[in-house]
């Protein structure tokens, strides 16, 4: 809600037209897109991520479990 709500903020800045000013515009753009690919990151990537490499090392563990009790029955 706070990285929509100063995008939104940064709007006049990243939309200024005004003659001297619109050199600040770049400024705005780089300031708002970089709060939304945080926040994307941060709420989605990383939890999907995190939550990949823990089922892997279940399925891992699972796995190496499986194979030290058929070695045990040999």
Do not use: N
């Amino acid at each position: 809600m706070t990285t929509f709500s100063t995008v939104i903020g940064l709007s006049p800045l990243i939309f200024e037209t005004a003659v001297g000013l619109e050199r600040l515009s770049p400024l705005g753009i780089v300031a708002g897109s970089g709060l939304l690919v945080g926040t994307f990151m941060t709420m989605i990537v990383v939890p999907v991520v995190y939550s990949s490499i823990d089922s892997a090392t279940q399925g891992l563990s699972c796995l190496l479990a499986r194979q030290k009790a058929d070695m045990a029955e040999e």
